[in-house]
């Protein structure tokens, strides 16, 4: 490191104003400072001493999608061996997943670090460190069947217009990575019709063996093929066809272990998520009139996304609420209008999606709401005991 310490400061001066290659400044701060703690520090008006900064705080969240893409990796190559009759082992099945996810990763950080350099040239800022997360969370939300040059398009449009329009990382109201998932969902919604087979290296269903299934329980349940749908253990463990990072919810609840122990992601609003979710099945299951309605609740929260959504996304500090009693309302109405949405509205199976970038918009109020309750019982206490 020390040697590639020195080779950084000699050609720095390159890179700065009045150097020939001034024009990617933003690009090679971001390499730099990757690599190495930034040599800066704060030197007036009001500061914390923490050692824990953005790019500390990224990581984190980058190691707890590890258990989701790992698992997320080695499921396209199972679920394409046991779609094809073929035997594979374990590593033969997380090699060949590996070679498929890889791209779709790789097209989502070269097409969105490619729109983030040029904003931050552009301003003259540094390059943002919330991509390193919208780059990896985004295409683990995808199946591996996507069109890579699909995936680059959304990663454009939601770094650009979801993100950099409204001023980069933390000024942002959307979910990126959700802006991401929503626009390829309404803008290509045959590439996520209930009849798309998401299994890698098949074309129309051809070479499925007898008795395989591609269709996701998400899938199966909106028309209502209520047999078609896997048993629980298969879903909470992820052994299911589905989206590369959202099929294991033991893997996922790894990594939400993770960010609620580093106190990364809220706590509050995972576990507001699900009862939302478990709620919102108890209603439906009151009321229930045909099959879907009566899935039991608990089933719910293994099911589509719900489980990512609510680690990885909700759990967003620059779009979910701040207050404390506002995290809990905020992942309540997620979990609830998400379920409400999966099985209400068969047109949008997946209504963790919707859910998120609807609340995304009405945090800020909640938050609003929250703080003037605040400010009027305080007040009114004091008048209490200004009486007496």
Request: charged letters at 15%; glycine letters at 10%; aromatic letters at 12%.
């Amino acid at each position: 490191m020390h040697s590639i310490r020195q080779f950084l400061d000699r050609v720095r001066p390159n890179f700065q104003k009045g150097g020939k290659l001034h024009m990617f400044n933003s690009a090679f701060d971001a390499f730099e400072t990757f690599l190495f703690v930034p040599g800066k520090v704060t030197r007036r008006g009001a500061h914390i001493r923490d050692a824990a900064d953005m790019k500390r705080t990224m990581s984190t969240v980058i190691i707890a999608l590890i258990p989701a893409m790992l698992f997320g990796m080695w499921n396209v190559g199972y679920q394409h061996f046991l779609a094809t009759g073929q035997e594979g082992s374990v590593w033969d099945a997380f090699a060949y997943g590996f070679v498929k996810v890889l791209p779709l990763i790789i097209v989502t950080y070269v097409s969105g670090g490619i729109v983030e350099v040029i904003f931050a040239q552009v301003r003259g800022h540094e390059i943002n460190e919330g991509f390193l997360v919208t780059g990896l969370i985004m295409p683990l939300t995808l199946p591996v069947t996507m069109p890579l040059w699909m995936i680059a398009i959304a990663t454009i449009f939601a770094v650009a217009i979801g993100k950099e329009v409204f001023g980069g990382t933390g000024m942002n109201i959307l979910n990126p990575a959700v802006t991401a998932r929503g626009f390829l969902f309404f803008a290509y919604p045959a590439r996520f019709s209930a009849d798309d087979v998401w299994v890698s290296g098949l074309e129309n269903g051809e070479g499925i063996v007898d008795g395989f299934s591609g269709a996701t329980p998400l899938a199966s349940a909106a028309v209502q093929d209520m047999d078609a749908i896997p048993d629980a253990m298969d879903m909470f463990l992820g052994t299911i066809p589905g989206a590369v990072g959202e099929t294991s919810t033991a893997a996922i609840l790894l990594g939400g272990l993770i960010l609620a122990f580093t106190r990364v992601g809220s706590l509050k609003i995972m576990l507001s998520v699900f009862v939302g979710a478990f709620t919102m099945g108890l209603l439906l299951n009151a009321f229930a009139v045909n099959p879907v309605m009566e899935i039991p609740p608990w089933q719910h929260l293994f099911m589509g996304g719900l489980a990512y959504g609510a680690v990885y996304m909700a759990t967003d500090p620059v779009t979910a609420s701040r207050t404390e009693t506002g995290k809990y309302i905020y992942g309540f109405l997620i979990g609830f209008l998400a379920i409400m949405i999966r099985v209400l509205n068969p047109a949008f199976p997946e209504g963790v999606l919707l859910a998120i970038l609807f609340m995304n918009v009405f945090a800020p109020l909640i938050d609003h709401i929250v703080v003037n309750a605040n400010v009027k019982r305080r007040l009114k206490r004091a008048k209490l005991t200004g009486e007496h």
